[in-house]
């Protein structure tokens, strides 16, 4: 119990502190003789530092008990799709009840979040016991489908600002009286928790012991998805969500108390508590007058806490072999035809149809172009890492594009940058992304890191890093050069930018080249490293050649459209199913194929059928998700 009085007396240093920071310069004894700062602290400091320690204490508690729920300390209500269930309750309520009471958004928020917890507790139940790191994949899946549900629904009725608002935000800026008190209740509810510690603690051991000892699991499982739902509900409709608090807290404090809950939920609350309120301060100090939102710190903080206690173990690996023929080439390439033909001649009528074929022959060759790079680099990638799930995406290789741009633009300025000559900046932006890419991942790869699901959290902790590192220096940015850092952010397939197409198919064509001629000792690497050295491939050298090129292969089409995340793993499991074979002969142009296919024709029928514009991404990322969750369910990612 020796870290309770430290983190009491820490708690109280910083809510002192929390008191006498912001744009006025007031001091706590300054409201005996001032009303005007009294005014100010009432009304606005006092609330903000009380709503910061609520939401710290009350979020990283939550973590506790839903950790407990599913009996693996790699989860949150931020990774679990809780937070996103809150976000559809909300989203759902604003649409058919715009003037809805708070009272009533509350209730929906928090009836959404329960459903969409027990959703992704049903989903665990069916993974198999012993691979316990894809409960999180699980939940980090199931986040991004409802994410994107989020959003799509957000684009369709005019609210994505409250969507980002929700989701994204963990902003205390706008708390004043009158407008955070929710939060009382999911301090409340935090506080319920402690007296049914010990229960958490049996359900815990599992469902048969917890039952031999006469506990009912399933009043104990409500009580648990009631106070994670309705915490998560009150913070989402308050001050948006604050990422990795209930699940890195739960996690350093476990380390040093144990397994006690009753014992260690007091230091929990009171470690989520300091966390977030110091972050906030930090936010508060960085850039002085302005601010930047405690979410975004937390993002950084949080994200390097998760790595570091997520990378304490030796890892694994395996690599999956798959056996058919691959005739299948031919008749892909035919249907590839048929609707690049369709595409190029629906609707075709009169006017100037030499100007209409030039559009359309430019959005097709781009289509291909980003489809032969996705498909190719993702079968490269998964080869490197000797699974069929990792994703350069996945591994944050669209996020680290991101935080490129952002820093040519800090660096340059938006008007430098778009001074640059189009295809020389391009090809700068290649040989930077290249050797970060090499870099950092390979230096990963090669340390032995081949715990598979261990993998995918790194590259999704390591994307969320990026994103935080993007977000801080997006919010120091001019508003005007922010834009243009926002326009790579999200991807558009009808946003390409002709002059680097030359570029960019060029480089694709000599990369998938490349690679083509490497199939055999892609073959031999793919048996894994020991067995690769013994047939006398020079490994390491092999491993960072096509890290090079799957980096090239990204930045083409990140840059041509923009990040979609978990569309390399649908064309790559198209390409592995279709083909039934460890030939990367086949793979490789089957995953070309695939992804040409699945862009050209959606592209098609979103633009030509539905007369949606911005759609496609977003349905790609759904589709992906799902997929995702279908393998881990069916028992294929190991």
Known sequence: MRPLPALASALVALMLASLTVGAADIRVTDAFRDPQALLVLLESRLPRTLSVVLTGAALSVAGVLIQALVRNRFVGPDTSGTAEGAALGLLAITILWPASPLWLRM???????MVTTALFLAVIRRLPVREVMLVPIAGLVLSGVLGSVVTFVGWQTDLIQYVGTWLFSGEFSGVISGRYELLWIAGAAAGLAWFSADRFAILGLGDQVATGLGLSTAAVMRLGLAVVSVVTAMVVTTVGMIPFVGLVVPNLVARIMGDNLRASLPVVALAG????????LAGRLVIHPYEIPAGTILGVLGALLFLWLLHRRPARSGAPVDKRARIMLGGMALLLAALSAVWMLQGLGGGNRGFILGLRATKLAALVTVATAIG???ILFQTVAANRVLTPSIM????LYVLLQTGFV???????????????????????MTALAVLLFGTLLLRGARDLPRMILTGVILGVLFRSLSGFLGRIL????FAVVQSVTFASFNRVDATLLPWAAAITAAAVLVAWRLSARLDVLALGRDPAV??????????????GLVAVLVSVSTALVGPVAFFGLIVAGLAHGLMRTARHAALLPAAALSAAILLVGGQWLFERQLGQAATLSVVVEFAGGLFFLYLLLKGRIR
Do not use: Y
């Open 107 to 113: 209730i929906a928020a928090s009836l959404s979040a």
């Open 534 to 547: 013994s047939l006398g491939l020079a490994h390491r050298g092999m491993v960072l050649g096509v890290l």
């Open 478 to 481: 001019d508003p005007n050069e």
């Open 376 to 378: 190719v680099a993702t």
């Open 410 to 432: 800090m660096a340059l300025g938006s008007a430098g940058l778009t001074a640059l000559p189009a295809g020389p900046k391009f090809l700068a932006e290649i040989a930077v």
């Open 396 to 399: 944050g290789f669209d996020a």
């Open 273 to 280: 508590a300091v966390l977030v309120l110091g972050c906030d």
